[in-house]
């Protein structure tokens, strides 16, 4: 037992070499670390919101308007398939989650009602079985056929809206240049939203609060905008808005065609820049093979129309096609700063959100809270690091300090853990980091206790040394474990401030583990080899 092999011995010593190596930015003033080489790790613990500061958002996904959207795309799909069947019909209309309508002609009754079988789709996934109708559909009578949303298609609904949701998100905030953002879900239709290092959060709500959905449509010069917005809108029209380039006036009324041209989803890269011509802030954008085409096809058969780019249902511009545009590139004009064409850009490079974003509670952290609570922690930390170095010297004498020493390298090897994987530094985690420094001792503690023990009962030194290391293994090994799993416990089942206790917590136990046994061990055998005492003083 207290011979190390020398392969082991050099595994140990890489070991703490790359944990130095990997920590030791974490101790280096950001000035001098830029002047380093840069072969030499560079990677720093990111710090959390309450240490770094930063906005603190909770937004509400509305769902309502998914289940809306969807129950109109419907209707206007069965409206499609029942023209173009020529079957008459009236009375179609939505009622909360479902989707009626009336047939005229009853010899076309049955025609019309396989047509709407058709448009109910088979929905298959975790939530709904293989197989199965999104919608139930029934016939109440008097030739009217309803189509009503399933529990089971509600509920897959509800559940990709908000995950599509959390991944806009957190793309957009990628685009902020935001290091280590918390994005969680809460609750059934609720997202959290931490962001270190970011003191602005109306400039975050900004652009979480805009779905940015883009779309490409012509303008009805034919219809009459006055009429419109007195509610007189062409069919197949719709009545948007577009921001009067002379600050304090109403916007201008502008009557476009509902049809989509091309989508917004077409876009591929889109990026804030300079016009060459005006000088002024405008976003190239550029189109997928698919929108290229799309594109072109419009551009070349409407020479002549205006052609509005819509944004969230308010037009941004239209200008008037002047020539086919093949190449399947653009260019949005308008008000803008370098700023917001760049926040354009960012939106449309992330993509549109499948719902409205609300925000429940918003707060922001300052930077000056944040550097006390580090200054708090580094005191926290070091006051009880020499707490327990001071008690096991006193208690153990020489071996105590080789617990020292093993628990001085626990502290490197746990910020190297967290600084190789990413993990975010939170109050919490200090709070762990603390904990872990009183357990990491524990145990050297059973260790030594272990030892004194077998002297008492009148074994030699070295076997006394042997046996305690052996014996108490499996005790360390229980303990350990124990906590291990509640710390995954901690991790699995709680959010935010908990979790980085976990963290903190579970990775200490791991580092305790291999400091308080390989490394107090190989301390104490090379002590033996080299000074070869005759007593044992613990």
Same mark, same amino acid.
Do not use: C
């Given at each position: 037992?207290?011979?190390?092999?020398?392969?082991?011995?050099?595994?140990?010593?890489?070991?703490?070499?790359?944990?130095?190596?990997?920590?030791?930015?974490?101790?280096?003033?950001?000035?001098?670390?830029?002047?380093?080489?840069?072969?030499?790790?560079?990677?720093?613990?990111?710090?959390?919101?309450?240490?770094?500061?930063?906005?603190?958002?909770?937004?509400?996904?509305?769902?309502?308007?998914?289940?809306?959207?969807?129950?109109?795309?419907?209707?206007?799909?069965?409206?499609?398939?029942?023209?173009?069947?020529?079957?008459?019909?009236?009375?179609?209309?939505?009622?909360?989650?479902?989707?009626?309508?009336?047939?005229?002609?009853?010899?076309?009754?049955?025609?019309?009602?396989?047509?709407?079988?058709?448009?109910?789709?088979?929905?298959?996934?975790?939530?709904?079985?293989?197989?199965?109708?999104?919608?139930?559909?029934?016939?109440?009578?008097?030739?009217?056929?309803?189509?009503?949303?399933?529990?089971?298609?509600?509920? %897959?609904?509800? $559940?990709?809206? =908000? +995950?599509?949701?959390?991944?806009? !998100?957190?793309? *957009?905030?990628?685009?902020?240049? #935001? @290091?280590?953002?918390?994005?969680?879900?809460?609750?059934?239709?609720?997202?959290?939203?931490?962001?270190?290092?970011?003191?602005?959060?109306?400039?975050?709500?900004?652009?979480?609060?805009?779905?940015?959905?883009?779309?490409?449509?012509?303008?009805?010069?034919?219809?009459?905008?006055?009429?419109?917005?007195?509610?007189?809108?062409?069919?197949?029209?719709?009545?948007?808005?577009?921001?009067?380039?002379?600050?304090?006036?109403?916007?201008?009324?502008?009557?476009?065609?509902?049809?989509?041209?091309?989508?917004?989803?077409?876009?591929?890269?889109?990026?804030?820049?300079?016009?060459? %011509?005006?000088? $002024?802030?405008? =976003? +190239?954008?550029?189109?997928?093979? !698919?929108?290229? *085409?799309?594109?072109?096809?419009? #551009? @070349?058969?409407?020479?002549?129309?205006?052609?509005?780019?819509?944004?969230?249902?308010?037009?941004?511009?239209?200008?008037?096609?002047?020539?086919?545009?093949?190449?399947?590139?653009?260019?949005?004009?308008?008000?803008?700063?370098?700023?917001?064409?760049?926040?354009?850009?960012?939106?449309?490079?992330?993509?549109?959100?499948?719902?409205?974003?609300?925000?429940?509670?918003?707060?922001?952290?300052?930077?000056?809270?944040?550097?006390?609570?580090?200054?708090?922690?580094?005191?926290?930390?070091?006051?009880?690091?020499?707490?327990?170095?001071?008690?096991?010297?006193?208690?153990?004498?020489?071996?105590?300090?080789?617990?020292?020493?093993?628990?001085?390298?626990? !502290?490197?090897?746990?910020?190297?853990?967290?600084?190789?994987?990413?993990?975010?530094?939170?109050?919490?985690?200090?709070?762990?980091?603390?904990?872990?420094?009183?357990?990491?001792?524990?145990?050297?503690?059973?260790?030594?206790?272990?030892?004194?023990?077998?002297?008492?009962?009148?074994?030699?030194?070295?076997?006394?040394?042997?046996?305690?290391?052996?014996?108490?293994?499996?005790?360390?090994?229980?303990?350990?474990?124990?906590?291990?799993?509640?710390?995954?416990?901690?991790?699995?089942?709680?959010?935010?401030?908990?979790?980085?206790?976990?963290?903190?917590?579970?990775?200490?136990?791991?580092?305790?583990?291999?400091?308080?046994?390989?490394?107090?061990?190989?301390?104490?055998?090379?002590?033996?080899?080299?000074?070869?005492?005759?007593?044992?003083?613990?």
């Amino acid at each position: 037992m207290l011979q190390i092999s020398t392969w082991l011995r050099v595994l140990i010593g890489l070991v703490l070499l790359a944990g130095l190596l990997i920590a030791l930015p974490n101790a280096i003033p950001p000035n001098v670390l830029a002047r380093m080489p840069h072969w030499l790790p560079a990677n720093t613990v990111a710090l959390g919101l309450d240490l770094q500061g930063g906005s603190y958002l909770l937004e509400e996904v509305e769902l309502d308007q998914v289940q809306k959207e969807r129950l109109e795309s419907l209707m206007g799909d069965i409206r499609v398939g029942l023209r173009k069947a020529r079957i008459g019909y009236t009375n179609l209309e939505s009622h909360g989650d479902s989707v009626s309508v009336q047939i005229l002609d009853r010899a076309r009754y049955s025609d019309a009602l396989g047509i709407l079988k058709n448009l109910n789709p088979v929905t298959s996934g975790s939530l709904l079985g293989m197989g199965e109708r999104a919608y139930e559909l029934a016939e109440p009578g008097n030739n009217t056929v309803s189509l009503k949303m399933t529990e089971a298609y509600l509920a %897959q609904m509800r $559940q990709q809206t =908000v +995950n599509q949701s959390i991944e806009v !998100v957190r793309r *957009r905030i990628d685009q902020l240049g #935001t @290091r280590e953002p918390t994005i969680e879900r809460q609750g059934e239709d609720r997202i959290l939203i931490q962001v270190p290092g970011l003191s602005d959060p109306q400039r975050l709500i900004e652009m979480l609060g805009k779905t940015a959905k883009m779309t490409f449509q012509l303008v009805d010069d034919n219809a009459n905008p006055e009429q419109a917005v007195k509610g007189i809108v062409p069919i197949g029209d719709e009545l948007l808005y577009q921001d009067n380039p002379q600050k304090g006036q109403a916007p201008i009324p502008m009557v476009v065609e509902k049809r989509v041209m091309v989508g917004g989803d077409r876009l591929t890269d889109a990026a804030g820049t300079f016009s060459q %011509q005006s000088g $002024q802030a405008v =976003v +190239n954008f550029r189109f997928d093979s !698919v929108g290229a *085409r799309e594109f072109g096809d419009v #551009t @070349r058969q409407d020479v002549g129309r205006r052609f509005a780019i819509v944004l969230d249902n308010k037009v941004i511009e239209a200008p008037v096609i002047r020539e086919p545009i093949l190449g399947g590139s653009g260019e949005i004009s308008g008000n803008f700063t370098i700023q917001s064409a760049g926040d354009l850009a960012a939106l449309l490079r992330a993509g549109a959100l499948p719902a409205p974003l609300k925000v429940i509670e918003q707060r922001t952290v300052g930077a000056e809270l944040g550097a006390d609570s580090i200054k708090a922690g580094k005191y926290s930390a070091l006051g009880g690091l020499l707490l327990v170095a001071l008690f096991m010297i006193v208690r153990y004498g020489l071996f105590g300090l080789f617990a020292d020493v093993a628990l001085t390298l626990n !502290v490197v090897l746990l910020f190297a853990a967290l600084t190789l994987f990413g993990a975010t530094l939170t109050l919490p985690g200090i709070a762990g980091i603390v904990l872990t420094m009183g357990m990491a001792v524990d145990a050297n503690v059973l260790i030594y206790e272990r030892i004194k023990e077998e002297q008492r009962n009148g074994r030699t030194m070295l076997a006394s040394i042997d046996t305690g290391f052996r014996r108490a293994m499996a005790t360390i090994i229980d303990a350990n474990m124990t906590h291990l799993i509640a710390s995954l416990i901690l991790f699995q089942l709680g959010s935010g401030p908990v979790r980085g206790f976990a963290v903190t917590l579970g990775v200490g136990i791991i580092t305790s583990f291999f400091t308080a046994v390989m490394v107090t061990r190989l301390m104490v055998v090379s002590w033996l080899e080299i000074r070869r005492p005759k007593r044992l003083a613990i």
